[in-house]
């Protein structure tokens, strides 16, 4: 069965960086395509950005720019690194496979973005 946990998360000033890790055991990360998903309070879940493969990359409208998503297939972790932050980015993050998701979801990991 597939785990996934996310890291990273904290609270940080308007403009500030972090990133985020996201841990997979239980299966290869290499063989699926992997993304990182927000929620914020009262708001459904979102796509942030997706990753294929190391040069495959997509993100939202409102994070390109801003936000960089990578991998290491050795140690099946993903990564989000997240700079300039702003308050609308506060949520929780998720990571999973991309586009058909895991079953099971990690607990996430809260940003909150303070102005």
């Known amino acids: 069965q597939v785990q996934l946990v996310e890291s990273g998360g904290g609270l940080v000033q308007v403009g500030g960086s972090l990133t985020l890790s996201c841990g997979v055991s239980g299966s290869s990360s290499s063989v699926y395509g992997m993304a990182w998903y927000r929620q914020a309070p009262g708001n459904p879940r979102e796509l942030v950005a997706t990753i294929l493969n190391r040069a495959t990359t997509d993100y939202r409208d409102s994070v390109k720019g801003r936000f960089t998503i990578s991998r290491d297939d050795a140690s099946n972790t993903v990564y989000l690194q997240m700079n300039s932050l702003k308050p609308d980015d506060t949520a929780v993050y998720y990571c999973?496979?991309?586009?058909?998701?895991?079953?099971?979801w990690g607990q996430g990991t809260q940003v909150t973005v303070s102005s």
């Open positions: 999973n496979a991309y586009p058909i998701t895991f079953t099971n």
